[in-house]
Nanobody
Framework: QVRLVESGGGLVQAGGSLRLSCAASGLIFVINDMEWYRQAPGKQRELVAGITRDSSRNYANSVKGRFVISRDNAKKAVYLQMDALKPEDTAVYYC????????????WGQGTQVTVSS
């Protein structure tokens, strides 16, 4: 059974920083693309950042220059460093990974709440 578990969310003032972590566990042969999504109340889930196995990165325009995605393949983990946070960054953040286990599938974490106060 493959699991993704996020951590690192919380309440922070505008301009502050948070670092999210997501660790995968279970029967895992290869982790391919890893991504962070977020969903604010009343809005659709949106892609925030993605990173390939060889660390090519892409970002939503709204977070470019403020967020950095990274991964540690040995630890089966992905991270999201969030700086210069804005109230509009408030959302539940989810990690997603394409994992080769008994089959190759997309797996999601349970989400972690990020709240940015003004």
């Amino acid at each position: 059974q493959v699991r993704l578990v996020e951590s690192g969310g919380g309440l922070v003032q505008a301009g502050g920083s948070l670092r999210l972590s997501c660790a995968a566990s279970g029967l895992i042969f290869v982790i391919n693309d890893m991504e962070w999504y977020r969903q604010a109340p009343g809005k659709q889930r949106e892609l925030v950042a993605g990173i390939t196995r060889d660390s090519s990165r892409n970002y939503a325009n709204s977070v470019k220059g403020r967020f950095v995605i990274s991964r540690d393949n040995a630890k089966k983990a992905v991270y999201l460093q969030m700086d210069a946070l804005k109230p509009e960054d408030t959302a539940v953040y989810y990690c997603k990974a394409r994992i080769w286990s008994t089959t190759t599938s997309d797996y999601w974490g349970q989400g972690t709440q990020v709240t940015v106060s003004s």
